[in-house]
C-alpha cells in the first residue's frame, strides 16, 4: 500500500531554470513531510522539511510547498545546478510516529 | 563529527542463509532506524531502535530482527533469506523522540549494505 506517491519517475531540467518535483499522499494522519536527496553509492541526505501547520518554507533555493486539502507537495529548486542531478524522495510521518512513508523517488537530471 | 557507517557495503548470500548487517550511529544519536530498498523503489521502515528497545516495526515478517548496543550501534539480521530480500539496506541513526518533532523527524543515512540473495 503505497501512502507516498511520486508520479514522475525523472525530469530534465536546464540549469539555471526552475525544477519542480511532485508528491501525493493518501494517509490524512500524516503531519511531517521530508525531502531526501540522494547520490549514486551514497545514502539519502536531509533536504528540507515542512509540517503540517505551515503552507510553505523555504531554505535558500529549495521551497516545499504544502496542500493539505490536495493532499500533495512540491519541492521547487530555483535556480537549479548541475549538482542537483540526483534522485529526490518525498517521505511522510504520522503524529508521534517517527517512522517515515517514502515515495519511489524523481530522479532530476540538471542539463548545462 | 562522525557519521552513520554500515559494514559490510556488498554481499552476496544464497537462499535460506542467514545474514547479519551493522550499522555505527553518529555521535550523539540514540535511534537508528533500519530500511530496505528494492531496485526502483523507495526505502520501506523495517524497525526503529531508541536506547536499546524496539520502538516501532514496519511490515516485515519475525524473520527480521535487529539488536542495539549500549553504543547506540545496531544490527539488522535476516533469517531464512528469500530472493526477494535482495535490496539495499540503509540504516539511519537520529536524536530520540524526546527531541522535538524536527531534530527527530530529520534522519541521517549510511551509505547502505546491498544484499543479493541467489
Known amino acids: 500500500d503505497q501512502q507516498v506517491k511520486q508520479n514522475s519517475p525523472s525530469l530534465s531540467v536546464q540549469e539555471g531554470r526552475i525544477s519542480i518535483l511532485n508528491c501525493d499522499y493518501t494517509n490524512s494522519m500524516f503531519d511531517y513531510f521530508l525531502w531526501y536527496k540522494k547520490y549514486p553509492a551514497e545514502g539519502p541526505t536531509f533536504l528540507i522539511s515542512?509540517?503540517?501547520?505551515?503552507d510553505k518554507n523555504e531554505d535558500g533555493r529549495f521551497t516545499v510547498f504544502l496542500n493539505k486539502s490536495a493532499k500533495h507537495l512540491s519541492l521547487h529548486i530555483v535556480p537549479s545546478q548541475p549538482g542537483d542531478s540526483a534522485v529526490y524522495f518525498c517521505a511522510a510521518s504520522e503524529i508521534n510516529d517517527y517512522k517515515l512513508s517514502f515515495g519511489a523517488g524523481t530522479t532530476v537530471t540538471v542539463r548545462a | 563529527e562522525t557519521g552513520v557507517t554500515q559494514s559490510p557495503t556488498h554481499l552476496i548470500k544464497t537462499r535460506g542463509q542467514q545474514v547479519t548487517l551493522r550499522c555505527s550511529s553518529q555521535s550523539g544519536h540514540n535511534t537508528v532506524s533500519w530500511y530496505q530498498q528494492a531496485l526502483g523503489q523507495g526505502p520501506q521502515f523495517i524497525f526503529q531502535y531508541y536506547r536499546e528497545e524496539e520502538n516501532g516495526r514496519g511490515n516485515f515478517p519475525p524473520r527480521f530482527s535487529g539488536l542495539q548496543f549500549p553504543n547506540y550501534s545496531s544490527e539488522l539480521n535476516v533469517n531464512a533469506l528469500e530472493l526477494d530480500d535482495s535490496a539495499l539496506y540503509l540504516c539511519?541513526?537520529?536524536?530520540?523522540?524526546?527531541?522535538?518533532?524536527?531534530?527527530?523527524?530529520?534522519?541521517?543515512f549510511g551509505e547502505g549494505s546491498r544484499l543479493t540473495v541467489l
Open positions: 539511519a541513526s537520529s536524536l530520540g523522540p524526546t527531541s522535538g518533532r524536527a531534530a527527530a523527524g530529520e534522519l541521517f
Open positions: 515542512i509540517s503540517s501547520i505551515k
